[in-house]
């Protein structure tokens, strides 16, 4: 089921109309075209995703979509954020139940499945409803290979990682991700969990703060054309303060 509800709750507001780790590779994919890269223009997927976070402004509501894969998740995550306590005690649970959102700049941020600030770690959890996916995930050894399999959720972490780090006023390249994977279905001698640690990728963290600047400067402006009270004859709008569009 999918529809769009109001943003109460302090994690919906904060994330609204902001660019989160859990789609940032919409804002990493290139255009298809030769022509469309040489002029510099973004992709498809990106001007998808602004416009999202455009209706999420202009509307207040959040599109929330259900389905029987996420609410799999929805339940079998705690228990495998249980195991990861066991493995790293002191590790932070932020769950459905308290989660948490890290601003990166004035529009954009990410919400880690969990935290360790001694370590300096976030983690990441999935709890796949398909076996087949788990499997997957249980033949990954590092990032690079996470990255080769599943690259939305390589940026995601990559994403959180620089999220935290600045929450925590530490450089980038201090931080580390886990990754798991949680299969309560699995039979022994099998494993129904899977954990990879993923190093900092220096090269997004230093293309982050342009693409997500890029970002945000076409959700500003198409904010602002889409107002009824700007008027229609000016045809560019230098440098929109973000803060401004919050409804």
């Not at 789609?23 to 602004?50: C, H, N, R, V």
């Not at 279905?185 to 990879?196: S, V």
């Not at 700007?230 to 929109?240: A, T, Y």
């Amino acid at each position: 089921m999918t529809g769009n509800i109001p943003a109460e709750s302090p994690w919906e507001i904060h994330r609204l109309g902001k660019f989160t780790s859990s789609q940032i590779d919409d804002l990493f994919t290139e255009p298809q075209s030769k022509a469309a890269k040489d002029a510099g223009e973004l992709s498809e997927s990106a001007k998808t995703y602004i416009k999202s976070r455009a209706a999420e402004i202009i509307t207040g509501t959040t599109r929330q979509v259900t389905n029987w894969a996420l609410e799999w998740g929805n339940t079998y995550e705690p228990m495998a954020a249980a195991k990861l306590e066991i493995r790293y005690p002191g590790m932070i649970y932020l769950g459905k139940e308290n989660p948490l959102f890290f601003p990166f700049s004035d529009f954009s941020g990410g919400s880690p499945d969990g935290i360790h600030e001694i370590l300096r770690l976030i983690f990441e959890i999935k709890c796949p409803e398909n076996p087949a996916n788990h499997i997957e995930y249980c033949l990954l050894r590092n990032g690079d290979d996470l990255r080769e399999l599943q690259r939305e959720y390589y940026h995601q972490v990559q994403m959180n990682m620089a999220c935290v780090a600045k929450e925590w006023n530490i450089p980038v390249n201090e931080m580390k991700a886990v990754f798991c994977s949680y299969c309560p279905i699995i039979n022994e001698p099998y494993p129904d969990f899977h954990c990879i640690h993923v190093e900092p990728d220096i090269a997004f963290h230093q293309r982050l703060p342009k693409v997500i600047a890029r970002a945000e400067q076409s959700l500003a402006e198409l904010v602002w054309s889409l107002n009824k009270e700007n008027s229609p004859l000016q045809k560019s709008v230098p440098q929109i303060d973000a803060n401004a569009l919050i409804i």
